[in-house]
């Protein structure tokens, strides 16, 4: 791609990864259990989610988002106001 900065992890290496658990009953017996996300469907479970190098998912959670009170937000900012 001619970017210096990418193509391995190692210090001073934009990095992006994400990293899924794949012990979940779902992806038992699978002749490769890389594909378990793709293959059987569902949330999997994802435990971590680098992009460039910053904590993006941090077990199944973005860290400093609550999510009930943006979707509080969410809900409270689509009503009518004239009701």
Request: glycine share 10%; no cysteine.
């Amino acid at each position: 791609m001619g970017l210096d900065a990418i193509g391995r992890i190692a210090p001073g290496q934009a990095t992006d990864i994400a990293v899924y658990s794949l012990d979940d009953p779902r992806y038992f017996g699978l002749h490769d259990p890389a594909i378990g996300p793709v293959a059987s469907g569902g949330w999997p479970m994802l435990r971590a989610l680098l992009v460039n190098d910053r904590m993006i998912v941090e077990n199944d959670r973005i860290p400093g988002v609550d999510l009930l009170e943006l979707g509080a937000a969410a809900r409270q900012s689509r009503q009518d106001p004239a009701q």
